[in-house]
Structures are given as structure tokens and as C-alpha cells.
């Protein structure tokens, strides 16, 4: 079956090598990274167990880290390696894990997949979320190497519906029925992993280890430096609208003219989920008739028509997100008013936050819904319910601390998937 799907692989890149150029073009030379892709990733020199988690990007990244710090404190003798699959989530684990071997996800082709097992030797190999690939399954099952998934989830409309094609479910089906444990976020993910193949017995509902990851605290490390850099002024309300989505920062800039009537004070820091956006969005801040004031130290950008523009602060650097949420009033969580699925609620609850989202927010379903029952989110249906769902919480200190507190309160009462998983990852890599 590896020759297969190198072949299948390979006639793609023949169709697709136009768009990987574009694609090299757009992002700048190191995008590709194709001796990382082909293998080539560093030699792991410790004779020991090994657990190389997986995660795609900076989300699944992010969910890395209670279940990292708990094998070490389970299992020190073990090895951890780390691997992405982008850009931002791979500076992200080198950020999060400077002392452990960190790599870029290899492309799916048999003979890269064989370089990187003879290089890392891992005992268990453990995918975050999703990200489970033909060829990965099928070197690991020959060389006897259980593949799980930890946090697991698995949307109806998106990736339920391309597995279930009449061409891709034959090997999706072959690919999940290898898997050696499923450890799903919810029980309707668990419902459509077996579907696709997983035994019933290897399907395990533990929870989202997400709750244990968000960080819960009052204040976060440099969000007084970040607030003294940009001159927000810290006695008066902000509105943080953190990983904004194309479409999203358009709504919200009309939404925030439209508060300003109201709460002439309030401030607005907009945060969108793409670096590569950065400079596009600030161009729209300026064109909306505002000042853009960025973090990165570029120039403010002004309208030349407009005598005393209101500044809206940009948050165009990486790693920096927690620091404006801890700085927050109340926050919007973007990639929710336009279908992309939405974005991490968690840590917003964390710091006692209350929050708002829109109605899409099927890859955080469970975890919203939780909220919006506390009492700790509100969700809307449209643009401009902005105002009357953020009135109150700008007016009554009171009521925006309670709704904080509902949140927090919230996502600790659904700790304790991280257990459960290092539990199952030891089990399966030590047997």
C-alpha cells in the first residue's frame, strides 16, 4: 500500500508544483523546507523510550504542554521529540521546548517517513487532534510502533465529510482501524471515529486536554511593558479581538465606531490569527478612518483625511496574544462571525475573561457551549449584536467580574484529560 500512495503523492506534486512555487513566492525561501520535509531531521542519540507527539500547528502545539510536562514527570526517562506541521506552530514548540528535539512533519512518502523513524527510533507516536496520515500509519503498523491520538476531534462538516468520499473512505478506513487508541474530546467525536474505522474498544471519550493547558491566572508576565509600548492606558476599558479571521476585522472596526458613541473611552486591540496578514489589516485600520498604532515598532499608519484619528492597536507579533487578553475588558474570539470554525476559548476563561463569539464555532463546540451555559460567553448570531451583547459588561464592573469568574470556574471543572492520556501514551509505549 506505501507504493500506492507514493504514487498517488507524486501525481500530485506533478498537477501541484505550480502552486508550491506560488506558494515559496508568497511565503519567502523557507516555507518548503525540503530536506526537513524529505527526513532529514536530527538524530535522536539516547538509547530510551521515545514518544514523538504530533501537532499541526499552533493550536495543537499549544495542547502539547500539560501532556509533555506530565510525562516528564511520569516518565523522565523517556525521550520527547516534537514535530509541526507549519511555520507558526513549529516556532512555537522551539519556543515552548528549547531542550527537546523539535522538527518539521515530513511529507506522507514512505522513503521520508522510514528516514525519519531510523533517526528518532520512537516507541509511541502520538497525533494531536486529527492529524493522521496513510503512509505514517502504515510504516509504524510494520515496525510495530502504536499510533494514537490525543485530544481528539473530528468535525462533522469538514473532515467527516472528505473521509466519507467514495474515493478517499477505503483508506481512510484501512488508516483508522491501525490506530492503536483514540482518546476523544466528546462523544459525538468519538461516534465519528468509529465510523471511520477505529475499533469501538480503542475509542476512549477522556475530555480536551485544552482545559488543562489554559493557564489560569489574573495576570500575565510583560502585559504592563506591552500596555507602556503601545501607550494603552490601563484605567480605561479594552476590547481585545484576538485571532481574527479574513472578513472578521472589517465588522469589527464598524462594530467599535458604532461603541464609541456610547463609551467614548474604550479602547480597541485587534490581534489577527495570520501573521502574514498583518500588514494587509493595518492598511484596512488606516482605511476605516483610525490610526493604526502597531506592536511590532513600525510606523503608525494615519489617514491623510482625518484630522484627529482614534488609534486602534495592532497586535502584529508572534507569542504576544495572552499578554493582550490579560490587558482585556472584555474579548472577541475571532475566526467565529466568518465559517472558519473558530478559535481557543480556553484561555480567554483562564484569565477570567468575559468573552463573545459568533455563531461558527464547530472546532470549539464542546467548550463554548460550556461557557455560554455559565454565563462566562455570550454568542452572536450577527454583526451588529456587538453592542448589546457587549453593553452591560462595559458599564457594571460587577456584572463583567462575575461573568469572568462563571468562565474560569467553568473550564476547571472539566480538568483531567491529561491523566487519562499520559496514562494511555505510557501504557501503549512501554508495553
Known amino acids: ?45 539516547v538509547a530510551a523510550h521515545c514518544v514523538w507527539i504530533h501537532g499541526v500547528s499552533l493550536g495543537e502545539i499549544n495542547a502539547t504542554r500539560t501532556i509533555v510536562a506530565e510525562l516528564g514527570r511520569r516518565s523522565p526517562e523517556s525521550v520527547i521529540v516534537v514535530s509541526s506541521t507549519t511555520n507558526t506552530g513549529l516556532a512555537r514548540a522551539r519556543e515552548l521546548y528549547p531542550d527537546l528535539i523539535v522538527f518539521r512533519f515530513p511529507l506522507d512518502f514512505s522513503f521520508a517517513l ?26 509504524a503498523r510494520r515496525r510495530a510502533v502504536p499510533v494514537v491520538v490525543a485530544n481528539g476531534r473530528l468535525t462533522e462538516d469538514k473532515s467527516l465529510r472528505a473521509f466519507r468520499r467514495p474515493l478517499i473512505r477505503t483508506v481512510a478506513r484501512r488508516m483508522f482501524r491501525n490506530l492503536r487508541w483514540v482518546g476523544a474530546q466528546e462523544p459525538s467525536y468519538a461516534r465519528r471515529f468509529i465510523e471511520l474505522g477505529v475499533p469501538p474498544q480503542r475509542v476512549e471519550v477522556v475530555g480536551s486536554v485544552k482545559y488543562d493547558a489554559a493557564d489560569v491566572a489574573d495576570w500575565i ?11 494603552i492606558d490601563r484605567h480605561r476599558p479594552l476590547w481585545v479581538c484576538g485571532s481574527t479571521g479574513p472578513g472578521e476585522e472589517l465588522i469589527v472596526l464598524d462594530a467599535y465606531r458604532s461603541l464609541l458613541g456610547r463609551y467614548p473611552g474604550l479602547q480597541l486591540a485587534i490581534i489577527p490569527r495570520k501573521p502574514e496578514r498583518f500588514d494587509e489589516v493595518a492598511e484596512l485600520i488606516r482605511g476605516q478612518g483610525f490610526a493604526c498604532l ?39 474570539v475571532g475566526r467565529s462571525l466568518v465559517p472558519m470554525g473558530g478559535s481557543d476559548v480556553m484561555e480567554v476563561a483562564g484569565l477570567a475573561r468575559p468573552l463573545v463569539v459568533g455563531p461558527h464555532t464547530e472546532n470549539f463546540a464542546e467548550a463554548v457551549a460550556l461557557l455560554v451555559e455559565s454565563g462566562g460567553c455570550r454568542r452572536i448570531a ?12 462595559l458599564a457594571d464592573e460587577d456584572a463583567r467580574r462575575r461573568a469572568g469568574r462563571a468562565a474560569r470556574e467553568a473550564i476547571l471543572s472539566r480538568r483531567g484529560a491529561t491523566d487519562a492520556t499520559v496514562q494511555r501514551i505510557l501504557e501503549f509505549s512501554q508495553s
Not at 511590532?296 to 482625518?306: A, E, I, M, R, T
Not at 450577527?382 to 459588561?393: K, R, T, V, Y
Open 221 to 231: 508576565a510583560g502585559q504592563e511593558e506591552l500596555a507602556d509600548s503601545m501607550a
Open 382 to 393: 450577527a454583526p451588529g449584536e456587538f453592542l448589546s451583547a457587549l453593553a452591560d459588561w
Open 1 to 45: 500500500m506505501t507504493f500506492v500512495y507514493d504514487l498517488i503523492y507524486a501525481l500530485a506534486l506533478v498537477v501541484g508544483w505550480p502552486w508550491l512555487l506560488y506558494r515559496r513566492w508568497k511565503r519567502g525561501p523557507g516555507s518548503l523546507a525540503l530536506r526537513e520535509r524529505l527526513g532529514n531531521v536530527p538524530a535522536r542519540p
Open 294 to 332: 502597531r506592536r511590532s515598532g513600525k510606523p503608525p499608519l494615519v489617514p491623510p483625511d482625518v484630522a484627529s484619528p482614534r488609534p486602534v492597536f495592532l497586535g502584529d507579533t508572534m507569542g504576544e496574544l495572552r499578554k493582550f487578553y490579560g490587558l482585556a475588558t472584555v474579548v472577541f
Open 114 to 139: 522510514r528516514r525519519v523513524f531510523e533517526r528518532i527510533r520512537p516507541s509511541i507516536i502520538v497525533l494531536m487532534e486529527l492529524e493522521v496520515w496513510p503512509n505514517l500509519v502504515e510504516v
